[in-house]
């Protein structure tokens, strides 16, 4: 059983940093892709960034050089590094996988994703 446990939320100021951790554990295929999201009140879940078992790289372009996206292997997290955070970045940011490849254009997209965390709260005030 997959299982998809965020941390590392919390309340900032613009101009700050949080850094957000997804445990993964029961993922036991060798393909995958992994992507971070967010939902914001009022509006859609929206993709910030995802990566593949390939190393390929999806980001968001409203997070493009301040969200950095990784993974620990021997950890087993997906982490999600956030830098100059604006207070348009408030919003529950959710992990999320599935066991398989996605084209570029579809990384960001939730449909695509089957397993799903609890999500993490981000606050910016500005």
């Known amino acids: 059983q997959v299982q998809l446990v965020e941390s590392g939320g919390g309340s900032v100021q613009a101009g700050g940093t949080l850094n957000l951790s997804c445990q993964v554990s029961?993922?036991?295929?060798?393909?995958?892709?992994f992507a971070w999201f967010r939902h914001a009140p009022g509006k859609e879940r929206e993709g910030v960034a995802a990566l593949d078992s390939e190393r390929s790289v999806s980001e968001a372009a409203s997070i493009q050089g301040r969200f950095t996206i990784s993974q620990d292997s021997a950890k087993n997290t997906l982490n999600l590094e956030m830098h100059s955070l604006k207070p348009e970045d408030t919003a529950v940011y959710y992990c999320a996988a599935v066991p398989k490849l996605l084209p570029p254009w579809r990384a960001l997209k939730d449909a695509e994703y089957i397993y799903w965390g609890q999500g993490t709260q981000v606050t910016v005030s500005s």
């Open positions: 029961g993922y036991t295929y060798s393909t995958y892709s």
